[in-house]
Nanobody
Framework: QVQLVESGGGLVQAGGSLRLSCAAS????????MGWFRQAPGKERAAVAT????????DYADSVKGRFTISRDNAKNTVYLQMNSLKPEDTAIYRC????????????????WGQGTQVTVSS
């Protein structure tokens, strides 16, 4: 059974930074792409970033390009989302996800989801 557990969310002022982590278990982590999604109150869930199995390929939503960085440590079965220059509109529940293949794009639908971690950015 695939399990994804996020951590690192919290309250931060605009302009600040947070790093989210997602620990994965239940299958061969290094074989599959990973991603981060977010859902703000009253809005649809949106993809934020994806990373290929090796970490060699990444894809980002336009709204976070240049501010967020996705990375992974296959030895630790963990994927990260470094978020810099945070804005109030980044406030959302952030969820980790994984896929059924090793290389995906920002528009690919994931197969498994974590429960999420709340990120709140104050102005």
């Amino acid at each position: 059974q695939v399990q994804l557990v996020e951590s690192g969310g919290g309250l931060v002022q605009a302009g600040g930074s947070l790093r989210l982590s997602c620990a994965a278990s239940g299958r061969a982590f290094s074989a599959y792409a990973m991603g981060w999604f977010r859902q703000a109150p009253g809005k649809e869930r949106a993809a934020v970033a994806t990373i290929s199995w090796s970490g060699g390929s990444t894809d980002y939503a336009d709204s976070v390009k240049g501010r967020f960085t996705i990375s992974r440590d296959n030895a630790k079965n963990t994927v990260y989302l470094q978020m810099n220059s945070l804005k109030p509109e980044d406030t959302a529940i952030y969820r980790c996800a994984t896929y059924t293949r090793g290389i995906v794009s920002i528009t690919t639908a994931p197969a498994y989801w974590g429960q999420g971690t709340q990120v709140t950015v104050s102005s």
